[in-house]
């Protein structure tokens, strides 16, 4: 069968000529390409010149050798009359290129939600790790300052005991010590105990 693309019609190996449809109504046992097309990835594309006979300005030609493509799959050529090959049916391959792309149409589009939701994801972590180094940063800021507190209030405990201490000496010394005063020197260091 030989197709002439730009009308649409076909020559049949009796010499018929017929009209091709696209509608629905002329086609039967219709079911999605699948991996049927993945056939195209086998196809060698070259650049040719037609012999002088055929085309004399020698004008560049880019497309696929028939016989090469018969061994890939052979509905993909057409034949004379003789059965001999005649030419490749580009408008099967231009349905098998256009099914081909939409696989990897689709294919792309996953990928890009995937690395839109790990963008996501890495982003969430990122904001998660900047929360939880604030947080370390904060919680030693407030170790060194209750650390420091708490060095004034021993310091500060230390200074009043050896007050305590000395007023008890002085006073022992002097032996002017009553029994208040030793009973008030008891109760200061037990305040500063206790603190």
């Known amino acids: 069968m030989l197709l002439n693309n730009a009308t649409g019609e076909s020559n049949t190996a009796n010499g018929a000529y017929a009209l091709q449809s696209n509608a629905t109504g002329s086609k039967e046992a219709i079911k999605p390409m699948d991996k049927a097309s993945e056939a195209i990835i086998a196809l060698r594309p070259v650049t040719f ?22 061994k890939v799959n ?3 050529v057409a034949r004379d009359a003789d059965g001999k090959i005649n030419t490749v049916r580009y408008e099967a391959v231009n349905a098998m290129l256009l099914n ?5 149409h689709r294919k792309v589009e996953q990928q890009e939600a995937t ?25 030693q800021r407030d170790f060194q300052a209750t ?14 005991l050896q007050k305590v201490v000395l007023i008890a000496i002085d006073h022992s010394e002097a032996g002017s010590c009553s029994l208040e005063q030793l009973s008030l020197v008891r109760r200061k260091s037990k305040s500063f105990s206790l603190l």
């Open 74 to 76: 052979p509905d993909l």
């Open 115 to 139: 690395i839109t939701q790990l963008n996501s994801t890495v982003a969430n972590q990122e904001a998660t790790i900047a929360q939880l180094s604030s947080t370390v940063v904060q919680q």
């Open 100 to 104: 081909e792309f939409l696989k990897e």
């Open 147 to 160: 650390a420091a507190r708490q060095q004034e209030q021993i310091e500060a405990l230390t200074a009043g």
């Open 49 to 70: 010149r037609y012999k002088h006979e055929l085309d004399p300005e020698g004008i560049p030609q880019f497309g696929l050798v028939a016989e090469q493509v018969e």
